[in-house]
């Protein structure tokens, strides 16, 4: 079932959304060697706090911390630990804030220190990929258009785009209809309708696409070769796309 938004709903997600993009802002601040996942998802959870949101994804299907953190072959779910963050890896960090009854959903995979070229290129088209995702949302258009965009954009650089898992509907749930995956045909899919609140959240993999499951719930590529993660929470008005997260923050410490 999808649940369109008012006006007024969207601009309590907006509200939530800048309190999740400001929150990726310090993430990006406290990114370094040196630095743990357990010490991000820390700060992460006590500045949602202190801004009056609620960690989307604590307690989620009896998930325990405030972020995924998933590094290098990691693509998503990658629990927060004392792993220590070292020069050259990628770190994805997916977070959601829950406020005023609405969730907004938001990630970002950030070099840590000095990566390699071809790791970077992997970042800069991945996060291109959901900007050409964003840009077909648009009332009539359908969800296969956008995961067309995407898997066009990123196949195209000789990248893959992950199956498994998929963007969503974001509303009251976290997690809601329709599913946006990021591949598939142009006019197949949900229809897109005015009010309508997506995740889109392109995951590419450097080599090949197949992933699998670890037994604590994280992604990892086959091939084990690197992974990225790009999400933001968009809104689609009746006459344009509104993307109700932001890089704003982020691109204080982080700009490609
Ligand atoms: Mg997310
Ligand atoms: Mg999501």
Redesign the pocket.
């Known amino acids: 079932m999808i649940f369109v938004k008012s006006e007024e709903e969207i601009a309590l997600i907006k509200e939530g959304a800048e309190i999740l993009s400001k929150a990726h802002g310090q993430v990006a601040k406290a990114i370094k060697p040196g630095v743990t996942t357990q010490e991000l998802d820390e700060l992460t959870e006590t500045f949602i706090r202190d801004h009056g949101g609620v960690p989307s994804f604590k307690g989620y299907k009896k998930y325990p911390a405030t972020l995924c953190t998933s590094v290098n072959d990691y693509v998503v779910h990658g629990l927060p630990s004392s792993y220590v963050l070292q020069e050259g890896d990628i770190l994805s960090v ?1 977070c ?1 804030v829950h406020y005023k009854e609405f969730h907004s ?3 970002f995979t950030y070099p840590v220190g000095t990566v390699s070229e071809e790791v970077m290129r992997l970042l800069k088209v991945t996060k291109r990929a959901l900007y050409c995702g964003i840009a077909e949302a648009k009332v009539g258009n359908r969800t296969g258009d956008i995961g067309h965009a995407v898997q066009y954009y990123v196949q195209s650089h000789g990248y893959s785009v992950v199956r498994e898992l998929v ?2 509907g ?1 509303g009251k749930k ?2 809601e209809d329709p599913q946006v995956p990021n591949y598939g045909k142009p006019g197949h899919g949900a229809k897109l309708q005015k009010g309508m609140v997506l ?1 889109i ?1 392109p995951m590419v993999n450097l080599g090949k696409k197949q992933v699998v499951q670890e037994k604590g719930g994280q992604f990892r590529t086959l091939d084990g070769k690197a992974s990225a993660h790009f ?1 933001h ?1 968009v809104a689609v008005l009746a006459k344009k796309v509104e993307i109700l997260t932001t890089y704003k923050y982020v691109e204080e410490t982080f700009q490609f």
């Open positions: 997916d959601g959903d938001a990630a963007g969503h974001v976290l997690h995740a959240e999400e929470t």
